[in-house]
Structures are given as C-alpha cells and as structure tokens.
C-alpha cells in the first residue's frame, strides 16, 4: 500500500540565533541600587494597609453574601495579620476606609474650589 501522505516542507531555511555576550562595559548596572530601591518601594504594598475578608467565605468576592461578619486584616510588611471584626460589609468598608460618623473622611481634608466660568461660556460684557 502506497502512503497518501507527504512530509511537510520547510519555506526557509531557518538559522539558529547566536547568543552574542554583553560587552565588559554593559555589564555595569545601568541603574543605581538607590533608584531600583525606590522603584521596588513604590510597587510595594503599604505597610498598615487595611483590608476585609468574608469569615468562612475567604475567597469570595467582598461585594457578595453583605450580611456576613468581616474580618479586618492590616499588612505588616509580610504577611496580612487579623486586627478586628466588623458586624457587615457596610461596616467593614467604613473600618477599611476610614469613614466616621455622616460619611466623612478622617485625615483627608478636601479641597477648596475655586469658582470659575467654564470655557463653554460666554465671556461677560466688560464695562
């Protein structure tokens, strides 16, 4: 029996890719350890770093089961450590974020906006 098949065909003739050394000279960090450090530091979490999770429902989105008591974890640096419980999500999200009393924010102050005609409108008559 003759085999219907034909071997594949290679288009090109494919060259293997030569590791080619750096020289001695970009060998030397391009960058300072001073500069790496601060850039490794701002992707870094925050140390003190508040987050909720679902008791019992660790991995579950913290949007869902609202009802549900919270834990409330602060970041250490290494590892998340637990530091309180909120009764729900409503008041895990006021723990995490920081919001006393009406809905204010504690620390942040807002800031003051100035009172400016827009580009859309006409400019007055001058006198």
């Given at each position: 029996?003759?085999?219907?098949?034909?071997?594949?065909?290679?288009?090109?003739?494919?060259?293997?890719?030569?590791?080619?050394?750096?020289?001695?000279?970009?060998?030397?960090?391009?960058?300072?350890?001073?500069?790496?450090?601060e850039r490794r530091q701002k992707r870094l979490r925050p140390i003190g770093q508040l987050k909720a999770v679902i008791i019992g429902h660790e991995h579950?989105?913290?949007?869902?089961?609202?009802?549900?008591?919270?834990?409330?974890?602060?970041?250490?640096?290494?590892?998340?450590?637990?530091?309180?419980?909120?009764?729900?999500?409503?008041?895990?999200?006021?723990?995490?974020?920081?919001?006393?009393?009406?809905?204010?924010?504690?620390?942040?102050?807002?800031?003051?906006?100035?009172?400016?005609?827009?580009?859309?409108?006409?400019?007055?008559?001058?006198?």
């Amino acid at each position: 029996m003759g085999s219907t098949c034909r071997p594949l065909r290679r288009v090109g003739r494919q060259e293997p890719v030569a590791w080619v050394p750096r020289s001695k000279e970009a060998r030397v960090d391009e960058e300072s350890l001073a500069d790496w450090a601060e850039r490794r530091q701002k992707r870094l979490r925050p140390i003190g770093q508040l987050k909720a999770v679902i008791i019992g429902h660790e991995h579950a989105p913290a949007h869902l089961y609202q009802d549900l008591p919270r834990a409330i974890l602060r970041w250490d640096g290494y590892q998340w450590i637990a530091e309180s419980v909120a009764d729900n999500y409503a008041a895990a999200q006021r723990l995490v974020h920081g919001v006393e009393g009406g809905g204010v924010i504690r620390g942040v102050p807002l800031p003051l906006r100035k009172a400016r005609a827009g580009r859309h409108r006409k400019p007055g008559p001058t006198a």
